[in-house]
């Protein structure tokens, strides 16, 4: 996905800066605070000045939106699926197709966008196996009081991976090989591929089955998740309505849709803002556009350890450490993106600072709702999870069509509109997730067992593992 974001500046030839290398061109009608024009006479152009295709903005928003049509329809099958067989295989095999199709989407791309779309929607659906196969292992591995920090820091990763791209992919569109833009999905296609094949190689889908972790360390895992039910692949049967007609659940749904909202329209906005309104030049873009995600990445790490220390010293129960960490991630950046609305290209560098400053601390959510769902739901995380990020993920792909319909100038004012929505859904989401979240474990998750085998629900309050521990 990011990747494709960072190269949509440069491939789409309507959107290109630059035409002639001896001409003076309109740029976009960014009011008399920025200039309006921009000589480029006696400048060589590099790659990613000549865009390659015909594409204007609603179908750069369609190719980039296609991603989550096929994210979108996998979600609680991939849940099941993980639940059922292990999320190591749901995910690994997943990663594996995601990556062949990214190797071929140069060769779609120059066939027809509409072949391009077909292949973003299945990667779409390949992806969107991983997020519900990585809460079903989380819920067969993760000690109850160390959940918030295993599981944030998983996450995290996939911001790590933004830090890479953006600038990689900045780099590759101008330097790579061919005609820049495509080697970028050929790097990180083929290095997917050979991540993955790791993955099936080291990991287990449960603790009993690891061979290199020491009993004291296994012992203390299943120790701490007893009375839980997670551990192994399981024969469950889920009460659909108990589960969708609890407010926890709906709280957690409507905390991912607007979490998601806020980070697929600044995923897949930033390079296009940096662009035509602070107008960063795309080697300079690729850098800009990675800082918010390295902030994030380390604050997500930073608040989970802090979220766990506040349960652990019983300064805060769970429920409201879920609350106050979630609704302080959304606020905040509210704020924050109403302020960016109103620099401009004379202030780049505050823009950037603010920019950065507001996705870093989204990762406050990632203390809430994210882990949420294996707090109240530890044996059904990974369904419960495959069915509020495919209904966030439906932001996916209306959210860069509803910027690409606001921004068609791409003037400052026009993004003032994009950072006004944002922060009204996180206002909406924050305050939906005070009122009806919670940290516990729900009476009808005894439903998912059959009635011989119904766990005893509690949650052990167990120490991290010492060095000097002895086997339980």
């Known amino acids: 996905m990011v990747n494709h974001t960072a190269v949509m500046s440069t491939m789409p030839a309507s959107t290109s800066l630059y035409s002639d290398a001896n001409s003076t061109l309109p740029l976009s009608n960014t009011e008399d605070t920025c200039p309006t024009e921009l000589t480029v006479a006696n400048k060589t152009l590099g790659k990613s000045d000549m865009g390659t295709f015909l594409w204007d903005k609603k179908v750069q928003g369609l190719v980039l939106g296609s991603f989550f049509w096929g994210y979108v329809m996998t979600q609680v099958i991939g849940g099941w699926l993980a639940t059922k067989f292990g999320g190591k295989r749901i995910f690994g095999y997943g990663m594996i197709i995601a990556s062949l199709a990214s190797l071929i989407s140069p060769v779609a791309a120059t066939t027809s966008y509409i072949f391009l779309i077909a292949l973003r929607i299945l990667i779409g659906m390949t992806t969107g196996l991983s997020f519900p196969s990585m809460h079903t292992i989380w819920g067969n591995w993760a000690p109850p009081l160390e959940r918030t920090k295993l599981l944030s820091f998983t996450y ?45 190689l080291v990991v287990t889908d449960t603790p009993s089955e690891h061979k290199r972790i020491t009993k004291i360390e296994k012992d203390y895992i299943i120790h701490s998740l007893k009375g839980e039910g997670t551990v192994g692949k399981q024969k469950i049967k889920i009460p659909w309505v108990k589960m969708m007609t609890s407010m926890p659940v709906q709280a957690i749904i409507v905390s991912n849709i607007s979490a998601d909202w806020g980070v697929y329209t600044l995923l897949t906005g930033i390079p296009t803002y940096m662009k035509e309104v602070l107008k960063f030049d795309i080697a300079s873009n690729g850098v800009a556009s990675a800082l918010p995600y390295i902030g994030l990445w380390l604050l997500i790490n930073v608040f989970a350890y802090f979220a766990d220390f506040v349960r652990k010293r019983k300064i805060l129960n769970t429920t409201w450490t879920r609350k106050i960490f979630d609704a302080s991630g959304k606020l905040i950046p509210a704020v924050l993106l109403i302020g960016l609305g109103y620099l401009d290209c004379k202030h780049p560098y505050m823009a950037v600072a603010l920019l ?78 005070l009122v009806f979240a919670s940290g516990e474990v729900q009476d009808w998750v005894q439903l998912c067992h059959e009635p011989s085998k119904q766990p005893k629900i509690v949650e052990v309050a167990i120490e991290p593992l010492m060095s000097d521990a002895k086997p339980v």
Do not use: K, R
């Not at 953006?166 to 833009?181: H, K, M, N, Q, V």
């Not at 707090?375 to 209904?391: C, E, R």
């Open 356 to 433: 950065t400053l507001a996705v870093s601390l989204t990762g406050l959510q990632y203390s809430g709702f994210i882990v949420n769902h294996v707090d109240i739901a530890p044996p059904v995380a990974g369904i419960l999870f495959g069915i509020s990020n495919s209904l966030a993920a439906i932001t996916g792909f209306i959210s860069p069509l509803v910027t690409a319909a606001v921004t068609p100038m791409g003037t400052q004012a026009e993004w003032q509109i994009v950072f006004y929505i944002a922060a009204a859904v996180y206002l909406f989401g924050a305050i939906f997730y």
């Open 156 to 200: 995290a990763g996939t911001f790590l991976g933004n830090v890479v791209t953006f600038p990689i992919s900045a780099l590759l569109c101008e330097y790579g090989f061919g005609d820049g833009w495509s080697s970028v999905f050929y790097v990180f296609g083929a290095g997917a591929i050979i991540w993955t094949i790791i993955w099936l």
